[in-house]
């Protein structure tokens, strides 16, 4: 069993910063990579970000250069560092333990964090 853990969101001004943190515990040795989605109000989950264990990265093509996805194995906590906030960027951001196979990002079903509420204002 894998349990994922989301903080660091909160209100922000746009223009501004915030870092997600994603902590992992339980089986984390099984952990391939987590990747980082998003859920706005209305809309459907859409990947940010992901990373492998060996640094591998897949980016959504639109927010490429604002966002930066990274991971410090010793710790099982994998980051998300949001630049240059949009009010469109207010979403809840979940994280999720899935794997990549042949460079391609695949989530888990079952293995989702709670998730945690980013808020930017215009």
């Known amino acids: 069993q894998v349990q994922l853990v989301e903080s660091g969101g909160g209100l922000v001004q746009a223009g501004g910063s915030l870092r997600l943190s994603c902590a992992a515990s339980g089986t984390t040795f099984a952990i391939n990579g987590i990747g980082w989605y998003r859920q706005a109000p209305g809309k459907q989950r859409e990947l940010v970000a992901a990373?492998?264990?060996?640094?591998?990265?897949n980016y959504a093509d639109s927010l490429k250069g604002r966002f930066t996805i990274s991971r410090d194995n010793a710790e099982n906590t994998v980051y998300l560092q949001m630049n240059s906030l949009k009010p469109e960027d207010t979403a809840v951001y979940h994280c999720?333990?899935?794997?990549?196979?042949?460079?391609?990002?695949?989530?888990?079903?079952?293995?989702w964090g709670q998730g945690t509420q980013v808020t930017v204002s215009s």
């Open positions: 990373i492998s264990r060996a640094g591998t990265t």
């Open positions: 999720n333990a899935g794997a990549f196979f042949s460079g391609t990002w695949y989530p888990s079903p079952i293995y």
